[in-house]
């Protein structure tokens, strides 16, 4: 006699827990509609005719491209800078006990504890101090700062699952440690790591505070979206991009939450 | 140390030949220098790079302007935070505090259902899509965000046209025509501004309260209403104590991020500024970096106490 088996959800809940839904989902289901807008002044709505035509104007902006592989390149090696600290960071915390321990573990999510503001412009006028010019690799530098803390979640959860005796049989059976990092531990840590390096992508590709402090003369894809959004001058480009953006962001959020389903949840925490 | 294994085949094996073996060996038998070189490059970039910056910005704080040439003196004084205090600048603080304080509690209370539906009664599949139904919109553009609502609070956009559908216009036009949350239009009244932020900061609050959620004994639910509470009674009485933590946990990061946000009001709000922005506009344009650094040691403060109130209400062990 289980006492959890009659489950019957009250109307109210249900209403009130589908409408918080639609509130938080609705808005951007908007954004796909307003991309085949044929109004190109206002955000008049219902739209008076769609049209495929902005697609193509957007396709042909060299500014849009430019942004977009800025962003890409700029994600991508901060990735790649994240999973190697994150996951260096990670199996020291979760292998050993050293002292200090959890002030490392406060230190790595500090960046994204703190307002995004405080980091933009400490980084700021710590490059105005050190006389270093705004570059491609100070905008580099920000992003992989904060980008380490979520390769970091992923990393030390499933480090705390895979078990030390896996590790310890490993050496008795003769492997030296990378033989055991190659054949055990990667292949053991692997989709984690994945998961946080998408996440990490993911988080960079959108990135918008601190790199308007770190960023010069050059424009990431927010920071080309955020300029509209201040003064708009090509709203139906700014819908497509909108909605090309929305797209490319949910890719790796799936496929993250599917490689770390068995188990761990995604760290979502603290964007 | 040489010991020969080849004859007995003794119980220890010989060091292993070559750089990587020897590497091998040496961090097997010292695992502090494995630890050492593990941790150097994360604590060079983060403890080196990023708290050395952010403690320049604290020194900084204390540095003041010159009034006539707009220089920084770079010598020790009050004076920046003297400024800080003008009402000028504290009716910012106090404007950026209530409308993250408003924030958290709107935020809270439409997570609520949610994020009880999800720990209670969802089940396979459709606790997979909650999951995913909040996890998305969390982890959508930020920027895209705040530009759907630009499009929904746009006077000729999607909410006015509902409205004036079900011939309701006149109470956009009143509430809009009152002092305080009212403006020109919604998307240029503080109201605007809210909706944003609830919006944007929802799903981060959603998570932690149904991760504590989920750890409350439903038995505990059904046995309050076995001894007679009412549904009312029981939550008020068994289920908010039990789920505050993850409560106060979401709210960390409502609270939080509106503090420090400076995008969302400068796109769709009035020209009042909040923290943020004052930061953005001293450090830009003003070239005033000591105040500007003044100004992100308020929601560092601020956010201190919160934490360490948090802290004694037990929030952390719902993270």
């Known amino acids: 006699m289980r006492s959890d088996r009659q489950n019957r959800t009250p109307m109210g809940l249900k209403i009130a827990a589908g409408v918080g839904l639609a509130f938080l989902h609705l808005p951007l289901l908007l954004i796909f509609l307003y991309a085949f807008t044929t109004e190109d002044k206002s955000y008049q709505f219902p739209p008076p005719g769609l049209t495929l035509k902005w697609f193509a104007v957007t396709w042909n902006r060299p500014d849009v491209w430019e942004a977009l592989g800025l962003s890409v390149r700029v994600a991508s090696i901060s990735t790649a800078v994240a999973l190697t600290l994150g996951t260096l960071c990670a199996a020291a915390i979760s292998q050993t006990r050293f002292f200090g321990r959890e002030a490392i573990s406060l230190l790595v999510i500090l960046p994204i504890a703190l307002p995004g503001i405080i980091t933009g412009i400490s980084l700021r006028s710590a490059f105005n101090l050190a006389e270093i010019p705004f570059s491609f690799w100070t905008i580099v530098l920000g992003h992989a700062t904060f980008c380490v803390v979520v390769v970091y979640n992923n990393a030390v959860a499933r480090f705390r699952r895979l078990q030390g005796s896996l590790i310890e049989a490993s050496m008795d059976l003769g492997a030296d440690g990378f033989q055991t990092f190659r054949h055990v531990i990667l292949p053991n840590i692997g989709t984690a790591l994945l998961a946080g390096g998408m996440l990490a992508f993911a988080l960079s590709f959108d990135e918008v505070i601190v790199t308007t402090f770190t960023a010069g003369q050059q424009a990431t894809l927010p920071i080309w979206m955020l300029e509209e959004l201040v003064r708009p001058r090509q709203r139906p480009v700014t819908n497509v991009v909108a909605m090309v953006v929305v797209l490319v962001t949910f890719l790796p959020i799936l496929a993250a939450y599917y490689l770390t389903q068995d188990g761990d949840q995604i760290s979502g925490q603290g964007k | ?319």
């Open chain 2, 1 to 319: 140390m040489s010991v020969s294994s080849s004859a007995s085949g003794g119980a220890i094996l010989a060091g292993r030949g070559g750089l990587g073996g020897s590497l091998s060996d040496a961090f097997w038998r010292k695992p502090q220098l494995l630890l050492f070189l593990m941790l150097t490059p994360p604590l060079l970039w983060l403890g080196v790079i990023y708290l050395g910056s952010l403690f320049a910005l604290l020194i900084q704080s204390f540095f003041s302007i010159d009034e006539f040439s707009g220089m920084v003196v770079r010598e020790f004084t009050l004076k920046t935070y003297g400024e800080l205090l003008r009402p000028s600048n504290l009716d910012i603080i106090v404007r950026t505090v209530i409308m993250a304080g408003l924030v958290t509690i709107a935020s809270a209370v439409i997570a609520f259902p949610i994020a009880y539906f999800a720990a209670r009664y969802a089940r396979g599949r459709w606790k997979a899509m909650f999951y995913l139904g909040v996890m998305l919109p969390l982890w959508s553009s930020y920027l895209v965000k705040i530009y759907a609502w630009k499009l929904i609070l746009a006077k000729e956009g999607i909410l006015g046209w509902v409205f004036d559908k079900l011939h309701l216009t006149f109470l956009i036009d009143g509430w809009l025509a009152l002092p305080i949350v009212g403006g020109n239009s919604l998307s240029v009244s503080p109201t605007g501004t809210f909706l944003v932020f609830v919006y944007v900061w929802l799903p981060f609050m959603i998570l932690p309260m149904q991760a504590a959620l989920e750890r409350v004994p439903t038995n505990l639910l059904e046995a309050s209403a076995d001894l007679g509470a009412s549904p009312g009674q029981t939550f008020r009485n068994v289920l908010l104590p039990l789920a505050l933590p993850g409560v106060i946990a979401g709210s960390i990061f409502t609270f939080s991020l509106t503090l420090g946000d400076y995008i969302i009001p400068q796109i769709i709000g009035t020209s009042h500024l909040f923290i943020g922005m004052a930061v953005y506009a001293h450090q830009g344009t003003a070239g005033n970096i000591p105040l500007a650094a003044a100004f992100t040691v308020v929601p560092v403060v601020i956010m201190g106490i919160y934490l360490w109130l948090a802290k004694r209400a037990g929030a952390f062990n719902a993270l």
